[in-house]
């Protein structure tokens, strides 16, 4: 700085300035910068979220309508309308599938249903000549004998008809088990009953899949079959 009257440069004058007023402005404006950036990233995946939904929903209609469905509604459809999107597109693809396998089943269960009446009728005669023959005076026991084994077969295979109607037409739990031991049990009793008047002991064979056996808990090398006679059969077949 040159005062009046010198020629010389005699001080310096040096001038400061507040930077708070700048530092606080600075700060606002990323506040709310991300401020804004959030709101932005919060409407957005609402957006997002919203449409999502909204795209969903025919599956979600779907889904709900399928777990009220059971076995026996053959008739039951998605009906999502007219197709819009692909989505609603799949739902009537589905329904159109759904029907064709509903006509192929019900005609299954109309065949089953004649099968079984015209397997029922003759059947029904066998047993009744059966029985009438039974009833003759000069009949000798072994004659009795095979006509009384004609009408037990007869009945066997009157409930197995029956059972296979039953399935059919759906009124048959397919999921039941029962156990091994009481399946070969019948088997032993129905052959030994069949086999009485027989000589000899009849030869059972109980038979599983290649590598294993009833009573194996997984593949091993167990014998594949057993034979065994009447008497200790029903013990042996358990595994």
């Not at 930077?19 to 959030?38: F, K, M």
């Not at 249903?113 to 005669?125: D, G, K, M, S």
Request: net charge neutral.
């Amino acid at each position: 700085m040159v005062l009046p009257g010198e020629t010389e440069q005699v001080a310096v004058a040096v001038v400061g300035v507040s930077l708070a007023p700048y530092q606080r402005t600075e700060t606002r404006t990323l506040l709310v910068g991300i401020g804004l950036a959030v709101l932005v990233v919060l409407g957005v995946s609402g957006m997002a979220a919203w449409t999502v939904r909204r795209a969903l929903r025919p599956v979600e209609v779907m889904a709900r309508r399928a777990s009220e469905w059971s076995a026996a509604d053959l008739d039951r459809r998605f009906d999502l309308g007219e197709p819009h999107d692909e989505l609603t597109r799949l739902g009537q693809v589905l329904d159109g599938l759904l029907a064709r396998v509903s006509r192929t089943i019900l005609a299954e269960q109309r065949l089953t249903a004649e099968l079984a009446h015209e397997l029922r009728t003759p059947l029904t005669v066998i047993r009744a000549e059966a029985e009438l023959a039974g009833l003759d005076p000069a009949l000798s026991l072994a004659q009795a004998e095979r006509l009384g084994r004609i009408t037990a077969s007869v009945d066997e295979l009157t409930e197995v008809i029956g059972t296979l109607l039953a399935v059919s037409r759906g009124q048959v739990n397919r999921d039941e088990r029962a156990p091994v031991g009481a399946v070969l049990d019948a088997a032993v009793a129905a052959v030994t009953g069949a086999a009485a008047s027989a000589d000899g002991a009849p030869e059972i064979v109980v038979a599983a899949s290649a590598g294993l056996e009833p009573g194996c808990r997984r593949p091993s090398r167990c014998v594949p079959s057993r034979r065994c006679s009447r008497t200790p059969c029903g013990t042996a077949g358990r595994g």
